[in-house]
Each structure stands twice: as C-alpha cells, then as structure tokens.
C-alpha cells in the first residue's frame, strides 16, 4: 500500500483525512497530466496527433476539477477563499485578500 502522501501514522488519520489525501493526489496527478500534454503539444508538429492530445488533455481538465470540486465541497474555509478568487475579474492578489478577509470570519 502506498503511503507517500501520508505524513502521520496512517492508523491514527481518520477515513475523511484519507480521502482528503487520496483526493489531493489525485489533484496533483492531474496538474501533472495536463502538463505533460501542454509540453507534447507545445512539440508537436503533426496536428491529427496534436488534435488527438488536445481532447486528451480536455479530459484531464475534467478530472482536475471534478476533485477540486470534491474537496471544495467538504472544505467550507476552502470554498469561501476559493470564490473570492476563481472566476473573478481584477487583480488576482488582491481578490486573494479578499478571500482571507472572508475566511476569517468563518472563524
């Protein structure tokens, strides 16, 4: 059984902090798919192998932000500091600050 992702005693996390881990592996395997088809068609020169990546990476996309979503849902701070930056227009640091501001009042 793998346990890289674990940095405490896997017997004393609780099942929901497994799946937290289980679920941000995921994420990051992802992250790394898309990068590794933005590299391959960044080099491609055949454009139906090309076309054929892009739809590749299209799907990982998917799956990138089905987990974000699963962790967003379960993770209410996340969820707040998230909307104040995703999908928002204007500066990117100050929409995080934003978020910050907001995260604290959920304290």
């Not at 937290?20 to 590299?39: D, G, H, K, V």
């Not at 996340?78 to 104040?84: D, G, Y």
């Amino acid at each position: 059984m793998a346990t890289d992702q674990y940095h405490e005693p896997t017997n004393e996390l609780t099942p929901e902090t497994r799946t937290f881990a289980r679920i941000i592996t995921s994420l990051q395997e992802e992250c790394e798919a898309i990068n590794w088809y933005q590299q391959r068609i960044s080099v491609e020169p055949d454009a139906e192998a090309k076309k054929i990546m892009q739809h590749a990476q299209e799907e990982e996309f998917l799956h990138f932000s089905m987990d974000l979503e699963f962790l967003l849902r379960r993770h209410p701070k996340w969820r707040v500091a998230a909307k104040r930056i995703l999908f928002q227009e204007g500066n990117i640091v100050d929409n995080a600050e934003k978020g910050e501001e907001a995260e604290e009042k959920l304290d």
